[in-house]
């Protein structure tokens, strides 16, 4: 074979080879009815900054599925206040890139943004386009048509989502008052994501719980989860539903949403 031949197999392989992945994080959940019929559901923790690699694996769990439920859709209304703080936060960071004049650190910042964000543009924001894992799914979702159910408004998200976007602004106000310091901040953050990729990928459940959410974080997480888990109940006990949120909300603050599951008599087992 010419090697323009097999330049582009193996191009092609590396193309296609990650649409075979299988998601790492994904459970059973079963639920018995009072007439002995079992409902049999699935949830998939999700990472919303990871590549949209599993589209094969996401079909083969939708074959029995009756609808899916993620933590927000793009038909929810919009809210102005979370599309603000977030174009606030990109705005910061290319304030930053403006006046750094340190061309590496510079480089690993908004490499670091992109992992962060995804490469969302502002409009992308206001459509509330789903980023990573979840935009994967729900696609998938959609083009078998399993009707897709949210599990917050963007207003009940809101909270959290200061929480998360002030502590990145003040860290990028600080790079630029004192860049020496942010090198060892950025090479923190930059180890930090990728101990998490690793974990998620291949599919530790240990490794990533120790991935710690800030203690200011902590109780809004423990909330969304209470709130996304009985709203998510009412399809569980009902029809065939996949559960598609943010890793953290599984594998994370106590009571996650497995956990509440169990207590409402919902069956959890890992598969995969």
């Not at 709203?231 to 949403?257: C, D, K, N, Q, W």
């Amino acid at each position: 074979m010419d090697t323009d031949g097999q330049y582009w197999i193996k191009r092609l392989r590396e193309i296609t080879t990650p649409l075979q992945q299988k998601l790492p994080f994904v459970w059973e959940l079963a639920y018995e009815k009072p007439d002995g019929k079992k409902i049999v559901s699935c949830a998939v923790a999700t990472k919303h900054d990871e590549p949209k690699t599993y589209t094969r694996d996401i079909a083969r769990l939708l074959e029995s599925i009756k609808r899916a439920c993620f933590e927000i859709t793009p038909d929810i209304p919009t809210h102005q206040e979370t599309i603000d703080i977030q174009l606030a936060t990109l705005d910061a960071y290319h304030a930053f890139r403006e006046s750094c004049a340190d061309s590496d650190l510079k480089t690993k910042v908004m490499q670091l943004a992109a992992r962060i964000f995804g490469i969302h543009t502002p409009e992308e924001f206001r459509a509330g386009i789903l980023p990573g894992v979840d935009g994967n799914i729900m696609d998938v979702a959609r083009t078998q048509s399993i009707p897709c159910y949210a599990l917050e408004t963007h207003e009940e998200r809101y909270p959290y989502l200061v929480k998360v976007h002030q502590a990145l602004q003040i860290g990028l106000m600080l790079a630029r008052l004192k860049p020496e310091f942010a090198k060892c901040d950025v090479e923190m953050l930059e180890r930090m994501l990728n101990e998490a990729d690793a974990a998620y990928q291949s599919g530790d459940e240990q490794a990533l719980r120790v991935q710690k959410i800030r203690p200011a974080q902590e109780p809004l997480v423990i909330k969304r989860n209470q709130l996304m888990a009985y709203r998510s109940l009412e399809h569980l006990v009902a029809v065939p539903t996949l559960i598609a949120v943010g890793y953290a909300h599984f594998i994370g603050p106590e009571p996650s949403m497995l956990t509440l599951y169990q207590e409402k008599g919902i069956k959890v087992k890992r598969i995969q």
